[in-house]
């Protein structure tokens, strides 16, 4: 089979798909394996019930029953869902946003790709253009997502040491250095693999650069505002018509269904709402149709206040206290979990790198992501980048427990050893 270099690049060994292949070998081989790895959602009873009594209603009528099922949605998205969705953000945070302004994908990841390789990649006058990430570790599905080479850059954060075992990234303003090559900044906030939530101060003054710069500010609100919500510290939804606010219907329990949501100027979403009818046609139904009725009443609001966040504020709390039960005093650190459903856990000094640690780990049982994988367009060599694991804390709390313990054990051999 002769491939194209677009066949080459996605059909090739990425690393994302490399780490994806080997969880998913690992998983086939051993079902009982301890899957802290991925990024699922937990299991939230009352969002279920939600969403199975939402369904039921449509299904048992047959006009709502045959627009789910039977008719093609415009490429821009549910044009009703997209009105609500106007509505409540223009009610709840002054946003002047229309239903011009809102795009809906199959899934957030979808929309990153159409959307990183219209703004960036190589440009009409022959230049080339990349997407800056002011703060890496980022998301890790970004690394592979851009048509051509070279188009992530990042800045090294700065590293605040909150006490013995607690730190925090900083975005390094210092180091920041935008050029005519950088087509777009990007934050997941909060950011995944982290738990970092960049505070109000950082997204004004990233905000400020972006419009000096002329060029667009994506933040990627899947764990984050205005829902589902997964943030344990106080942060302002922000957005103007410079924001390019990518969302998701993900993290509220419902990845299977495909639903991403972008908000932006008119101007970018016909854009982009011209490039996913090439890419998709049109846009799943499910997503709009189960979450319609959240937005006028406000529902989406108190649901994320009321389960989800709950949820994994507790769930992140045990999981820091079970480090401090089982990590000891070695010298270990975490990321404040500030939102999103993992720990960040850097072992400084560590004697093997992170991907080391991931397959003896593998061979125990427990499933984490290495944490060089999220250095995203920052090719220097920091040490720092190998000593750092990503642990997922969505999963059954019993189990949890278990993992950071076979984590500590391995990581106690591994300095043992040294
Ligand atoms: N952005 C971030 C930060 C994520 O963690 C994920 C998925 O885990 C996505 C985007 C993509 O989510 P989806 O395609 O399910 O909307």
């Known amino acids: 089979m002769k491939l194209s270099a677009f066949g080459e690049k996605f059909s090739g060994q990425s690393g994302i798909v490399e780490l994806m292949d080997d969880l998913g070998t690992a998983l086939n081989e051993n079902p009982d394996m301890i899957f802290m790895g991925g990024g699922n959602p937990g299991r939230l009873p009352e969002m279920e019930r939600i969403f199975q009594q939402r369904l039921e209603t449509i299904m048992s009528d047959p006009a709502q029953r045959h627009s789910l099922f039977g008719i093609y949605q415009s490429p821009q998205g549910d044009r009703e869902f997209r009105q609500r969705l106007a509505a409540f953000l223009s009610k709840h945070y002054g946003w002047p946003v229309g239903e011009e302004n809102i795009a809906v994908s199959n899934g957030s990841q979808s929309a990153f790709f159409v959307l990183f390789n219209m703004l960036a990649g190589e440009m009409p006058d022959g230049h080339r253009r990349r997407i800056h990430l002011p703060l890496a570790p980022e998301y890790i599905g970004y690394a592979d997502a851009g048509l051509s080479d070279n188009f992530f850059s990042a800045t090294r954060p700065s590293i605040e040491r909150i006490d013995t075992h607690l730190f925090k990234y900083h975005v390094d303003f210092s180091q920041l250095e935008i050029d005519e090559s950088v087509a777009a900044l990007c934050v997941s906030r909060p950011t995944n693999p982290t738990g970092n939530v960049l505070t109000d101060d950082e997204v004004a003054h990233l905000d400020s650069i972006a419009r000096a710069s002329d060029i667009p500010l994506i933040i990627d609100g899947a764990y984050g505002l205005p829902f589902p919500n997964i943030l344990f510290e106080q942060a302002t939804p922000h957005w103007n018509d410079n924001t390019v606010l990518a969302l998701s219907l993900s993290k509220l329990g419902l990845p299977g269904v495909r639903t991403g949501i972008l908000v932006a100027s008119e101007e970018l979403i016909k854009a982009y709402t011209n490039a996913n009818t090439i890419v998709s046609l049109a846009c799943g139904t499910l ?132």
Not at 289 to 298: K, P, V, Y
Not at 371 to 382: A, I, L, P, T
Request: net charge negative; aromatic share 12%.
């Open 287 to 418: 997503g709009p149709a189960l979450a319609r009725a959240l937005f006028d009443s406000g529902e989406i609001l108190s649901l994320s206040r009321d389960y989800v966040t709950p949820f994994y504020r507790e769930r992140s709390r045990q999981a820091v206290a079970w480090c401090e039960e089982f990590l000891g005093d070695l010298p270990w650190h975490v990321h404040k979990p500030e939102g999103a459903i993992f720990l960040w856990l850097w072992f400084e000094g560590l004697p093997i790198s992170s991907q080391a640690l991931y397959q003896r780990l593998k061979q125990r049982g427990v499933l984490v992501v290495p944490g060089h994988n999220f250095f995203v367009g920052m090719d220097d060599d920091w040490q720092h980048k190998h000593e750092c694991i990503r642990v997922s804390y969505a999963q059954d709390a019993a189990r949890v427990r278990e993992g950071i313990g076979i984590i500590a054990e391995e990581v106690h051999r591994a300095y043992r050893e040294d």
